[in-house]
């Protein structure tokens, strides 16, 4: 016990209340100004609090049956842990829902950034299975009206030529041969490196110019 604590047990069994209060007053200060529980309460701004539920709980109880600072840092502990804990610093993890959408808005910022190539649209979407679900909703309507990029001349001059190409010759006129995709429409041939071809047809695709 204390040194204090036996002090204070003396002063009540001899029924001084006077010497109790003075020592009483005199191992809570040292408690709260010497003690590493103590400096803790005191850091954290619970000094009060403390002297509060202390008197809550050991209040009625007489000096000469409880080991006096032995009670102070029972009290301490259970006040630091039960209020005075910090806050974790840690941000809050995002849900797997929030998490997919935030990838949808990815792809389709990604899709609707003129500067952004579809290779790089495309890498982005086949890194993970996780991507490859949001490319699907990415390209569903967007619940919020928004404007939206429209195909340039050149796109659907292509995807015409894709259109008209597989209408009179078969799907089968679109299939790469020796590196190159030649697309027949009337007497006209037009010749794309296959790696352009898919390129441009994913974005026709994605602006629905495909019948």
Same mark, same amino acid.
């Given at each position: 016990?204390?040194? *204090? ?16 209060? =003075? *020592? ?13 529980l103590g400096r803790e ?8 609090? +403390? ?16 080991? +006096? %600072? =032995? ?6 502990? #259970? ?25 949808v808005q990815e792809l ?16 982005q979407r086949r890194s ?6 949001? %490319?699907? #909703? ?15 001349? #050149? ?5 015409? *030529? ?33 790696? =352009? +071809? ?8 994605? +602006?629905?110019?495909?019948?």
């Amino acid at each position: 016990m204390n040194e *204090l604590s036996q002090q204070i047990a003396i002063a009540a069994q001899e029924g001084d209340p006077n010497k109790v209060y =003075e *020592l009483s007053r005199e191992a809570t200060e040292q408690f709260l100004h010497e003690s590493e529980l103590g400096r803790e309460l005191q850091a954290r701004g619970g000094e009060k609090r +403390f002297i509060q539920v202390f008197e809550e709980r050991f209040g009625n109880v007489s000096p000469a049956t409880i080991p +006096f %600072w =032995e009670s102070l840092e029972e009290c301490a502990q #259970d006040l630091i842990a039960a209020e005075l804990a910090p806050e974790s610093t840690e941000p809050a993890k995002p849900s797997a829902d929030q998490e997919h959408a935030a990838r949808v808005q990815e792809l389709r910022r990604l899709m609707e950034d003129p500067t952004i190539l579809t290779s790089e649209v495309r890498a982005q979407r086949r890194s993970s299975p996780e991507y490859e679900r949001a %490319w699907i #909703d990415a390209n569903q309507s967007d619940p919020e009206p928004r404007s939206r990029p429209l195909p340039n001349g #050149d796109l659907q001059k292509f995807a015409h *030529l894709v259109n008209e190409s597989t209408r009179v010759n078969g799907i089968a006129s679109i299939k790469p041969m020796a590196g190159l995709v030649t697309l027949r429409v009337g007497e006209k041939r037009y010749e794309y490196p296959a790696r =352009e +071809f898919s390129s441009k047809y994913e974005d026709a695709v994605n +602006f629905g110019l495909i019948r």
